[in-house]
């Protein structure tokens, strides 16, 4: 219990330092605490409807083949993938924020840690209550919208398109 309560307090710690917004850190230790339910089956992620159309065809040709239209799906799956690996990440300066992320991280890992380990069996119970093939279909889903969107962004850069309807030029992500 103890342990609980210390990564709590150290996710407290990391907010504003963290490179990820407050709100973001509070989502990630519901998500911690959550956990066991998550096992059970009894609370599910659901997965977004972009990403069951890129698991359904990711390669399927776009309706509209104009930058704007091909900028927009793209966009749509920045928004629940996160920034593609072309984009340029923000880097943490200083030896303070780095550490100061890191422990944020360990904090979370801890949390989720404690809240996992209070079901005793818990890969037999996922398997049992269907969230272990639930987790599978979340995992196939996103790696279907990474997919899409690396295969919309080739179109984009046949037809001759800007960032974000094509990669960005690789000397931009240097």
């Not at 407290?12 to 339910?37: I, M, Q, S, W, Y």
């Not at 300066?93 to 801890?110: I, P």
């Not at 209550?129 to 987790?135: D, K, N, Q, V």
Request: hydrophobic share 50%.
């Amino acid at each position: 219990m103890w342990s609980v309560a210390y990564a709590l307090a150290l996710a407290a710690c990391a907010g504003p330092e963290a490179t990820r917004a407050p709100e973001d850190n509070g989502a990630r230790v519901v998500k911690a605490v959550t956990a066991p339910l998550s096992d059970l089956n009894l609370l599910r992620e659901k997965i977004p409807a972009v990403l069951l159309a890129a698991r359904d065809a990711p390669y399927r040709m776009p309706g509209v083949l104009t930058c704007v239209a091909l900028a927009e799906e793209i966009q749509g799956l920045d928004q629940v993938l996160g920034p593609d690996l072309d984009a340029t990440a923000p880097e943490a300066s200083g030896l303070l924020e780095r550490g100061s992320v890191a422990v944020g991280e360990a904090a979370f890992d801890a949390l989720r840690g404690a809240a996992e380990g209070l079901l005793p069996y818990r890969s037999w119970i996922r398997k049992l209550t269907g969230a272990e093939r639930h987790s599978r279909e979340v995992a196939a889903a996103i790696a279907a919208g990474i997919v899409r969107r690396a295969y919309l962004k080739g179109v984009g850069q046949h037809l001759g398109c800007e960032a974000p309807a094509a990669p960005l030029p690789a000397e931009a992500t240097d």
